[in-house]
């Protein structure tokens, strides 16, 4: 999956490559993943008409769609890149390469569910923590850097904070 940016992010340097619009976002199973809670968001330019065509085959050869004659919904699947800004903080104390919290958020939804654990290996400023809180999910993260630990663990106690008002 990309995760495409609307610019540059001055993470990097142009001196020595072209400009990174896009990162890699990769969902590592063992075998076919065990949830998938597709994010139906892409406004469909057919809503309200009738299904017709055909389906390609593994072998190359083509069928019609099962859903001949059924309507087109309003919204579709999302695909697999993701047209989301970077996280802009105005902290000096922030991670350089901090992402949005609605990505964290948007592959929690997709790939667990309630109730199940997340495991973040990189977990720098804890986007990916906070957005378990916010969905019901358990989190494990990882962190060499005692800074980024630090804003992390205060992130966290105020999600948690905020969740149990909201209660």
């Not at 990189?122 to 957005?131: D, E, L, N, V, Y």
Request: aromatic share 10%; charged share 25%; net charge positive.
């Amino acid at each position: 999956m990309i995760w495409a940016k609307p610019g540059f992010t001055a993470v990097g340097t142009l001196k020595t490559r072209y400009a990174s619009t896009f990162e890699y976002m990769f969902v590592f199973s063992k075998g076919c993943p065990k949830t998938f809670n597709p994010i139906k968001d892409r406004k469909n330019k057919h809503a309200g008409k009738k299904k017709h065509g055909t389906i390609r085959q593994k072998d190359g050869s083509v069928k019609p769609v099962s859903s001949i004659g059924k309507m087109y919904e309003e919204y579709g699947q999302r695909f697999n890149v993701w047209n989301m800004a970077p996280e802009q903080s105005q902290s000096q104390r922030c991670h350089p390469a901090q992402f949005p919290e609605t990505l964290a958020h948007d592959h929690i939804i997709s790939w667990s569910n309630p109730g199940d654990t997340v495991l973040d290996p990189f977990m720098g400023s804890g986007t990916t923590a906070i957005a378990c809180i916010n969905t019901n999910r358990n989190y494990i993260g990882f962190e060499l850097d005692a800074q980024y630990c630090d804003i992390a663990n205060e992130r966290i106690q105020k999600a948690l904070a905020e969740k149990e008002v909201g209660e």
